[in-house]
């Protein structure tokens, strides 16, 4: 972004809440991640995300709610939290709550008994979920020393098995980060506060 563009970035953003992304179609700017996928899988349905049956649809819309509460956790474990400094101990028992939250989703996996949550292929709630799980799969590398014990138990097996499904996808493969590279991001962003900087830094990896 350039010249007045930044400073129109800058004014969406504020007039937004700081959600992220915001689409723009026919001038008009769509916020936050959910809102703005359904309506490019509305406008623009090849391949369609979201299930036509509006029941699957509700369904897949309670696992993504779920799921969101995931950063409750995630989140005090790779940001930089206001006026105090979180301590590797609060990380750990942060991410202790979060690996207890996942139980939810392991056994949801485990009820469809197919690789992905809208079976044989991925459908919207499975990448409003991803994102969680590419900062999750860094954080063994950004904790450095102690990383060994920010590794999620074997025993989500079918969770394991999601995010190896997740990972063969072209999608992923097209646009989604490496743990290292989401490592460096997460590293780059909390101490200089700039998302930008950390992708442009971090690219190649």
């Known amino acids: 972004v350039q010249g ?26 769509i916020p936050e991640s959910l809102i703005a996928s359904d309506y490019l899988d509305e406008v623009f349905p090849e391949p369609k995300l979201n299930p036509s049956d509006p029941l699957q649809k509700a369904l897949d819309r309670v696992v993504i709610e779920k799921q969101s509460a995931m950063m409750r956790n995630l989140y005090p474990i790779f940001a930089k939290m206001p006026n105090r400094v979180v301590t590797n101990e609060e990380k750990l028992q942060h991410f202790e709550n979060l690996v207890a939250q996942l139980e939810t989703f392991e056994e949801e996996l485990k009820n469809r008994g197919t690789p992905y949550l809208g079976g044989q292929s991925p459908v919207m709630a499975d990448y409003m979920i991803w994102p969680y799980f590419e900062r999750i799969e860094g954080l063994p590398i950004l904790m450095g020393d102690v990383g060994d014990k920010f ?10 098995a999601w995010i190896k499904a997740m990972r063969s996808t072209d999608a ?22 700039g998302y930008d900087n950390a992708l442009k830094e971090s690219s190649g990896m």
């Open 151 to 160: 590794v999620l138990p074997a025993h989500l097996e079918h969770l394991h």
């Open 172 to 193: 992923v493969k097209a646009y989604g980060f490496s743990p290292k590279r989401m490592a460096t991001i997460l590293k780059i962003h909390y101490e200089t506060y």
């Open 4 to 29: 007045g563009q930044e400073e129109r970035s800058s004014g969406i953003n504020a007039e937004y809440g700081g959600k992220v992304p915001v689409v723009v179609h026919k001038g008009k700017y």
